[in-house]
């Protein structure tokens, strides 16, 4: 039994359609343009829409055409895109080293706050490894 083949790797503008459908769950594509006009006032719904239609023929979309207007939907969860994306960043940026993205990410993009959360994460999670048996 093969495996099927990954989805692609979707760009900046369909992660940004791919946000707001995470967030909102399926929606038509007024109402995704309508978000996206939020964040971008200059944003087209013609564009919205094509890109959508393209998103959908690319696999990265799912498509509820027994309605209308129709309703799009991630075909992946934000967690296993990510997941990949990652993956693909420590691959091609870090030659493959999750520790040279932490530390990088801890040096340059870590508030105080947020390394005050992470160490207490990793605190944490050493002294319930400390209890166990």
């Known amino acids: ?56 023929g690319k696999g990265l979309l799912s498509r509820d055409e027994s309605r ?21 960043l420590i691959g091609k940026v870090f030659a493959g080293s999750g520790k040279a993205l932490v530390l990088t990410a801890l040096r340059e993009h870590v508030s105080d706050a947020e390394r005050l959360e992470i160490e207490k994460i990793l605190s944490s999670k050493g002294s319930k490894e400390d209890r166990q048996p």
Request: net charge neutral.
């Open 1 to 56: 039994m093969s495996k099927p083949a990954p989805l692609p790797t979707p760009t900046a503008a369909e992660l940004d359609l791919l946000r707001i459908l995470w967030q909102h769950g399926p929606l038509d594509a007024r109402a995704v343009h309508d978000f996206l006009a939020l964040e971008r006032a200059d944003a087209s719904y013609a564009t919205v829409l094509r890109q959508l239609q393209l998103m959908h």
């Open 68 to 88: 209308r207007p129709q309703l799009y939907s991630a075909v992946e969860a934000q967690a296993k895109v990510q997941t990949s994306l990652l993956k693909d």
